[in-house]
């Protein structure tokens, strides 16, 4: 059972524009949100992560939306550009009490065309 | 600071033959972990290690797959028999304290593991 799913799994954006990739999860444990930006034959990296005691976060062009009673999360990236262009994870996991598991989403993958 | 190391990065091997993968974690960090990435998906847990204990492997295949981290550092992933299904990418990761109780995980680039 996927704990998180995402979408769209796959997305092109004209350089300048807005990058929208969004995700859902049904485990009210869950109380860390992170989202991973992974190029090609490279590992993951995290990209920014939100907490649910707040509802935005914002780090440069990069902006979480998170929605605590709809189990909702969004990712948006500003002024998109062509260096954005790779995959992106959105992920869950729960407050570390020993196993603090990171659960990913399927996966966006992003095209910035210039 | 030196990143998570993983080495080989490439592997091709006949089903039913044996693989080892090795993981060197960032200087300092308790916490190790092992990703499975197939294709097209999300990476998935394998296993979790704080220090040289196992927290968690209950997605481990432990029929064919075994982990070990002596003491404390490196870690190595083996698989015997290899099943076609094991094609995939082997992340490995690891963490340390950040933000209170909040764990940030920094990943190595990963053993494409290609069994024909």
């Known amino acids: 059972q996927q704990q998180v799913k995402q979408s769209p799994q796959s997305l092109i954006v004209q350089k300048g524009g807005i990058s929208i990739i969004n995700c859902a999860y049904e485990?009210?444990?869950?109380?860390?949100f992170p989202w991973y930006q992974q190029f090609p034959g490279k590992g993951p990296a995290l990209l920014i992560a939100?907490?649910?005691?707040?509802s935005e976060k914002k780090e440069g062009r990069f902006t979480i939306s998170f929605n605590k009673s709809a189990k909702q999360f969004s990712l948006h990236i500003m002024d998109s550009q062509p260096g954005d262009s790779a995959t992106y994870f959105c992920?869950?996991?729960?407050?570390?009490?020993?196993?603090?598991?990171?659960?990913f989403g399927t996966g966006t993958r992003l095209t910035v065309i210039p | 600071e030196a990143g998570v190391a993983q080495s080989p990065r490439y592997k091709i091997i006949e089903k039913r033959q044996s693989v080892a993968f090795w993981c060197n974690p960032i200087?300092?960090?308790?916490?190790l972990y092992w990703y499975q990435q197939i294709l097209g998906q999300g990476p998935k847990l394998l296993i979790q290690?704080?220090?040289?204990?196992?927290?968690?492997d209950s997605q481990l295949p432990k029929d064919r797959f075994s982990a070990e981290r002596l003491k404390g550092v490196d870690s190595t992933l083996k698989i015997q028999p290899a099943k076609l299904e094991d094609s995939a990418v082997y992340l490995c990761?690891?963490?340390?304290?950040?933000?209170?109780?909040?764990?940030?995980?920094?990943f190595g680039p990963g053993t494409r593991l290609t069994v024909t």
């Open positions: 939100i907490r649910p005691d707040v």
């Open positions: 290690f704080q220090n040289n204990g196992v927290v968690d």
């Open positions: 200087s300092g960090h308790a916490t």
């Open positions: 990761a690891s963490s340390a304290l950040r933000d209170r109780n909040f764990y940030e995980q920094y």
């Open positions: 485990n009210t444990a869950f109380d860390y």
């Open positions: 992920a869950a996991s729960r407050r570390p009490t020993g196993a603090n598991n990171l659960f």
